[in-house]
């Protein structure tokens, strides 16, 4: 049974998902019971998140292979396998989206009313494909996840989500597709050099500069738009803001972590070369989203939208701290400061996940009550709601770096080993810690706290105990990954150390 | 010269199948009223019939017959049976939709195993007279589908312009017959071969004679320059007849480009592909481009043919059996989730009104959530999005074409199919906008006979499934084309 661990994480939500949308359909008036579907979708996800634990247990620290590999033919005629298996670099975000998709469910229970079956069938489906792009070995199989992971995502904004989502749903859909259609020629081209689509195989294959160069560009191309790094990112705002809170999150704490998965599974491993002479361009684009998209946050009126670009800046810290692997490397010829670096966007990612889907939940919490997301409309709200309050200001706190949240451990990674490269990197990527704050704690400012704005918000009632539970554990994780990163730290070390050793090998 | 009887085996399928249509327009002169429940009967047992004996007759020998002007291989078995299966379809979703619009009537199933006696002869036609004769089969009864429904003048109007520019493209076909004979002296498909190469082909009548050919092969396919017809007669013609055109014919189709260029005229290759590049990649930009804009699904669909139809070609071009086989999977796949998108059509069509408009399927998540997503099948697949079948189709066109030679003819060709998916994919997801995210216009819950039902429900499942697990006809086409 151990042996199938991954199948069955990856087929148990999807299929799971599939009974729930024929269990219960059509609308419910009353916000009483929610039917068959969500009590079936939460313990699908439940169970789910439970049999993430000997994936856990049984992971072995030290090694860097594959581990939990299955591999069975899949279609004979492309040689395609159905070829699964983890390592410290995929593990992390499995566990995020088996925690992450039962508090969705949670925050969804007495809140959505029209078609509430489909919409937690939805994000089952979709929990099962994301866990399959995660653990996906062959480089077809990885593609089919990753793009039937657009077809849930594109019905729960359009159906569930605010006044343009139809014209959001489709910029998002139309706007990832165009990205990971040229990742498909690059992944055939591949296929054609090595007679196979096994990613084991392409780290290993040979590529002149020309050809990395452009497999190179076509994986950016996927990877950014869905990091998504400037100047690539506009959907998310679109995206984020009209989805509903639980798509929000999604979006937020495992979507846009395909990106930065991406980067180390596919591009830096495939096209070492390339990434290194390219490495200038992703440090400059992830510093401009860590800057110039920081100042873009600062003004924003919508929360949401601020969540979305404040996430755009928090990701740019994630490929800074990918790409900085080639100048650390020339700077100082060692790849322990290198490793940092790529642990910290790691570590950032997770990080991200858990403080972004909290943050979003917190606004799903206020616009559940007050039906508007303008920060504009807030005012005061820590007198009527001092329990949502506390954890808003812990979120946040976490958002700017605070030490002692998970976010701090990212960042603090990525900008020490930006010292170890060059001291304007670190100084341009150390203004989040400034910006971040500006941003995050002013919007907090000017919602929770002074005076009562005005009578909705004075009318007001705090968290309800499902509200309660589901900040209550995200806080718990952000605390526990702030002050005692090291498992989260050591789960990835051997392989994050085995990608740099790996890439620091030219292929040409 | 002695007379020898000409072996009949090979073309046993075609014989059931024409003597059992014979027994359908007997047996309906004697059918009174206005339900045809004996003859619809008689002509899908009639595709059994035809059905049975193309599948005993087996998969692997090849066999020529009458002189050889006639071929009976297993790519010929393989086309036909699902040409037969095709039409299996047609019938099922058109019965319902004729008898609500009191136009039921016997013609309609005589004419169109007719029309299926025209594509199997083409698909096995091993001379270009074989094949003319069979597209004339096809071409006649179509015109005559198309204006089926004889007081609607916009169905005489659209039989008209096909009738005109069908005809016309049949005579620019037989003049490049005529020509290629004259100058190669021979019609059948092996001559013609063993002919260019004693001669390299190096002759003005026959460039005239091949442009002839591949011009009338593109307005059968209906690829751009030559698609102006597919749009108004998709739109004008019946759902049903329209269902037909947009099926079993692109199977015949197919059959013709792979028999006259590939078989016929393989050694000019490099000749005949510049051609078809022209016309594919005007088909999927055309195609693409146009369909954008349309606010009737027939018209949507219609479009996307002409694009698909350009996938297709791009396999053809591409000039590998990797890329013959691409294309054939592509066409069989095509095949099967256009007849299903336009049997949606059908399933909306309620008592007598028709329901073509993409607005007719606002809301319909909310009327019945199970053929959304049955809809929604069709329109992921038609869309290439994985894990539909119409995904392994466009991922094996483009394998081939980047594996068919180096330079950047064959890169260029690659990134405009997957731009130009992105596009299509557009007016794809218009259509599930529409059906997801919109409020229902009418909420008449949906009554279709249980046939129609489980044949429509088992249609869009085989899009879904054949996408999950696409090997096994893979390996179909694979073994059918060496």
Known sequence: MIEYMLSILIWLPTIGGLAVLFLGSGDRSDSSSAGWGAPLALGISVLTLALCWPLVAGFDNSIADMQFVERTPWIGAFNVYYHLGIDGLSLPLIVLTAFVTPLVIIAGWNVITRSPAQYFGAFLILEGLMIGVFCALDGMLFYVFWEAMLVPMFIIIGVWGGTRRVYATIKFFLYTFLGSVFMLVSLIYLYLESGSYSLLEFHSLPIGMTAQTLIFLSFLFAFAVKVPMWPVHTWLPDAHVEAPTGGSVILAAIMLKMGGYGFVRLSLPITPDASQSLAWLMITLSLIAVVYIGFVALVQKDMKKLIAYSSIAHMGFVTLGFFLLWPILAQTGSTDGAALGVGGGMVQMVSHGLVSGAMFFCVGVMYDRMHTREIADYGGVVNTMPHFAAFMVLFAMANAGLPGTSGFVGEFMVILSAFKANFWYAFLAATTLILGAAYTLWMVKRVVFGDVANEQVAALTDLNGREYFVLGVLAIAVLLVGVWPDPLVEMMAASVENLVSQVSQSKL | ?482
Not at chain 2, 172 to 197: H, K
Not at chain 2, 234 to 239: D, E, N, P, S, V
């Open chain 2, 1 to 482: 010269m002695d007379f020898v009887t000409p072996q009949f085996q090979p073309a046993f399928p075609e014989i059931v199948l024409l003597g059992s249509l014979c027994v359908v327009l007997i047996a309906d002169l004697f059918v009174d009223g206005e339900r045809r429940t004996l003859t619809w009967l008689l002509a899908v047992l009639s595709l059994l019939a035809t059905a049975g004996v193309l599948y005993m007759a087996g998969f692997t020998e090849t066999t020529f017959t009458f002189s050889g002007s006639y071929v009976a291989d297993p790519l010929g078995s393989v086309l036909k049976l699902f040409a037969v299966l095709s039409m299996l379809l047609v019938f099922v979703y058109a019965r319902e939709y004729l008898q609500s619009q009191g136009i039921e009537r016997g013609e309609f199933y005589v004419l169109s195993l007719f029309a299926l006696l025209g594509i199997m002869v083409m698909v096995s036609a091993a001379s270009l007279l074989t094949m003319y004769m069979g597209l004339e089969i096809l071409s006649l009864s179509l015109y005559a589908l198309v204006a089926f429904d004889r007081d609607s003048a916009v169905s005489a109007e659209s039989a008209m312009k096909y009738f005109v520019l069908g005809a016309i493209a049949s005579g620019v076909l037989l003049y490049g017959i005529s020509l290629v004979y004259g100058t190669l002296g021979s019609v059948q498909f092996a001559d013609l071969a063993e002919a260019l190469r004693r001669t390299d082909g190096n002759d003005l009548g026959f460039w005239f004679g091949l442009s002839f050919l591949v011009a009338g092969i593109a307005f059968k396919f209906g690829a751009v320059p030559f698609h102006m017809w597919i749009p108004d007669v998709y739109h004008g013609a019946r759902t049903p007849v329209t269902l037909l055109i947009g099926t079993a014919p692109k199977i015949a189709s197919f059959a013709l480009a792979i028999r006259v260029l590939v078989d016929g005229l393989g050694d000019l290759h490099a000749v005949w592909q510049d051609m078809l590049v022209v016309l594919a990649v005007g088909s999927i930009v055309v195609g693409n481009l146009a369909a954008l804009a349309q606010t009737n699904l027939k018209r949507m669909l219609a479009y996307s043919t002409i694009a698909h139809v350009g996938f297709i070609l791009m396999g053809i071009l591409a000039g590998t059996s990797e890329g013959y086989r691409a294309a054939l999977f592509y066409t069989l796949t095509y095949v099967l989730m256009s007849g299903g998108a336009f049997a949606m059509i059908l399933l909306l069509a309620q008592r007598g009104q028709e329901s073509d408009e993409i607005d007719d399927f606002r809301g319909l998540n909310r009327r019945s959530p199970w053929f959304a997503a049955m809809m929604a099948c069709f329109m992921f697949g038609l869309a290439g999005i994985p894990p539909w079948v119409g995904f392994w189709g466009k991922l094996n066109v483009i394998s081939a074409v980047l594996n068919a030679g180096t330079g950047p003819l064959y890169l260029t060709l690659a990134i405009i199919m997957v731009v130009f998916s992105v596009i299509g994919a557009f007016y794809y997801l218009r259509v599930l906008k529409v059906i997801y995210f919109d409020a229902p216009g009418s909420s008449e819950p949906i009554r279709k006979p249980v046939d129609f039902r489980w044949v429509l429900s088992a249609n869009a499942l085989a899009v879904l499934l054949l996408g999950c697990f696409p090997g096994l006809l893979l390996r179909l086409c694979n073994s059918v084309i060496a």
